[in-house]
DNA sequence: CAGGACTCTCGCT
DNA sequence: AGCGAGAGTCCTG
């Protein structure tokens, strides 16, 4: 089998995700879509519906890298609620500003939800776009996304 | 060795 | 209080 590309409609960006059963490879958002399949529950998720993101894996997750670490802290935090890079680092003892580059180079937000993790002071970055993380943010704070999983791992 | 999607502490308004 | 500068910090390419 092998792997899915795809990409779905979340407000003025697409969603484009590189994926194989419940293992997500990459995650990236662009102006244009492209053609294929996406997780049903990515798919949910971009459309205000409820989802369980929980079912999905991350290959930023795997390993015991100090990235794979802050990955799989990220991944606890609950829908609708938001930690600081401080706080992350604590968590796993590293510095915040290790939290900062591996939320950079995250290859798969959204199932690892980087924009759930701002700065003390204000939102954070984001890339491509920092509107992205506040609709993201948005969205899960007034809409009913948040399924059991969520935010256990 | 350089450079980040940070945070703290200080010193001034 | 509120803001800006500087140093500290840790990881990756």
């Known amino acids: 089998m092998a792997i899915l590309t795809g990409s779905c409609r979340f407000g003025l960006w697409h969603v484009h995700v590189a994926w194989q059963g419940d293992l997500v490879y990459q995650v990236r958002f662009a102006r244009e879509g492209l053609d ?3 997780p049903e529950e990515i798919l949910r998720y971009c459309a205000g519906r409820p989802a369980d ?11 015991e890298s100090t990235f794979a670490r802050i990955y799989r802290a990220v991944r606890a935090v609950p829908c609708g609620e938001t ?5 992350v680092a604590r968590l796993i003892g590293t510095a915040p500003r290790a939290v900062g580059s591996a939320m950079a180079k ?13 700065a003390k002071t204000d939102l954070g970055g984001f890339s491509p776009d920092l509107a992205i993380k506040e609709a993201l943010l948005a969205m899960e704070r007034r809409r009913r996304v948040c399924m059991p999983g969520d935010g256990r791992s």
Not at 53 to 63: F, H, M, Q, R
């Open 106 to 118: 995250n290859p798969t937000p959204i199932v690892v939800p980087c924009h759930r993790v701002v």
């Open 83 to 87: 930690v600081t890079y401080g706080e």
């Open 53 to 63: 993101l929980s079912t999905l894996e991350s290959v930023a997750t795997a390993g």
């Open 36 to 38: 294929g399949p996406v």
